[in-house]
């Protein structure tokens, strides 16, 4: 099944607007096994969406449409659709009780131009919308089927997981299979490079992608057969030669960031944490309590950005930033340490760096220095983080989870 996304609205042409609904829509049209053969972005205008709608239903079986559900002059999806395959709109009664509910709740009265919403192409289902006003719709015409979604994110992801990705699923028949093989560690070249020396010449129906990502290199295999339990095969065959030459570097065999891994892997194990962070300011522990469960592993930080905050509330000796510097293996270690005593935790991690732009300490931006007490052991590792302030901080927190992932699983091989 091939599938069109387009997204609607001035905003989004513009650039005032990141068009999300198109990332989100087709990574879970992906997973559906729906092959997405474009994107395209238009204004509110009349002449553009109607050519729009006539390239995407020639190119497509599904249309996938955001924006323009809403009640004002410029949110004309609906009626420019139906006009462009030449379905007249018809009145739905049961848009007309949503909206007066809705409405009604809000405290809020109907206005004329809420009628409008109330009409819908004819032989389309209404798709509810719980988060809002504007109805969803879902068209099959001519053995082609449209979705047109309400614009603002959050009530599209609502209302296409719970009432259009269920009829979608029912006709799409995947046939392809995916797995994902989440590394640390290895920069993206390398671990391309071994990828290539490891798998045969020809790989037929097999094809591996690698991404950057915070957490670090993220390999994407997907396997075409003839069927799903062929393609589920494919995966297989290949598997042994992927993990032979970078199973020290995954972490997980599925979309998941580090942080969620080593979360999930203290948790289970009973394992907690306590944090110093100096560059990070916090980060690690925010990324740790993302995940549901924390709690019962995150004993507690100190944001030790100052040198006073890590003499005075941590416990660094004065005389370890003199002979060392803020920024060095020493502090880290001591950090570390001091952490996991003061919260009794049974990991201490540390981040002292130099997030950047300019050098610090005649240290250069993006030179990293993280702490890990484990195990009645204190170590330090020295990393080089290039890229902006942001880039810096959030990899530099995500290294942190590594570190941890990695003292918790070493001696254990690889999980998948
Ligand atoms: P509403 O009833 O809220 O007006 P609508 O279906 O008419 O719904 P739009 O008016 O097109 O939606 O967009 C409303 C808001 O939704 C936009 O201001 C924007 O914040 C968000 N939005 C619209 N399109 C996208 C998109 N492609 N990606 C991300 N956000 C979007
Ligand atoms: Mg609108």
Redesign the pocket.
């Known amino acids: 099944m091939k599938a069109v996304i387009l ?3 001035d ?2 042409l513009c650039g ?7 990332a ?1 829509l087709s990574a879970v049209l992906d997973t559906a096994g729906v092959e997405v053969i474009y994107h395209k ?1 238009v204004g ?1 205008d009349e002449e553009a969406m109607r050519e729009s709608f006539l390239d995407a239903f020639n190119a497509a079986d599904l249309i996938v449409a ?7 002059k ?2 004309m ?1 609906k009626t420019v659709l139906a006009a462009s395959l030449g379905i007249p709109m018809v009145y739905d009664e049961s848009i007309n009780e949503h909206i007066g509910q809705i409405m009604g709740r809000a405290n809020m009265p109907i206005t004329p131009n809420n009628q409008t ?1 109330c009409y819908i192409p004819q032989g389309s289902v209404p798709l509810d919308n719980p988060l ?3 109805p969803g719709v879902f068209l099959e015409h001519k053995g082609k089927t449209v979705v047109m ?5 959050r ?2 992801t609502a209302m296409f997981e719970n009432f259009a990705l269920p009829k979608i699923q029912s006709k799409a028949k995947k046939s392809f299979a995916e797995k994902y093989y989440m590394t640390s560690g290895i920069g993206e070249s390398m671990l391309e490079q071994s990828l290539r020396d490891a798998l045969p010449k020809e790989t037929p129906g097999y094809r591996i992608n690698t991404y950057i990502s915070t957490s670090g290199v993220r390999i994407k295999a997907v396997a075409n057969g003839v069927s799903l339990e062929e393609s589920a095969a494919i995966l297989d065959r290949y598997e042994p030669a992927v993990l032979n030459a970078i199973g020290p570097y995954v972490y997980a065999a599925e979309k998941l960031e580090i942080w969620e891994a080593t979360a999930k892997l203290l948790i289970e194990r009973h394992v907690t944490v306590a944090s110093a962070e100096s560059f990070t300011a916090g980060l690690f522990a925010e990324m740790l309590a993302r995940t549901p469960g924390a709690s019962l592993v995150l004993k507690g930080g100190i944001v030790s950005y100052s040198n006073e905050a890590k003499i005075q509330a941590l416990g660094v000796r004065e005389a370890t930033i003199a002979k060392y510097g803020a920024v060095s293996a020493e502090t880290a270690a001591e950090m570390a340490r001091r952490a996991s005593e003061l919260f009794g935790a049974d990991i201490g991690i540390s981040f002292t760096g130099v997030a950047g732009p300019g050098p610090s300490e005649g240290k250069e931006a993006g030179t990293c220095f993280i702490g890990l007490s484990y195990a009645g052991e204190v170590s330090a590792y020295e990393q080089t983080i290039h890229g902006d302030r942001d880039r810096v901080r959030t990899r530099g927190a995500a290294a942190g989870f590594a570190r941890i992932y990695k003292a918790l699983t070493s001696n254990q091989g690889v999980k998948p």
Do not use: C, K, R
Request: without cysteine; negative net charge.
């Open positions: 997204a609607i609205g905003e989004v005032d607007v990141i068009n999300t609904n198109a989100y972005t509110d955001s924006g323009g559900l809403g009640p004002t410029d949110d999806t919403q809002g006003t504007a979604l309400p614009g603002p994110p009530e599209l």
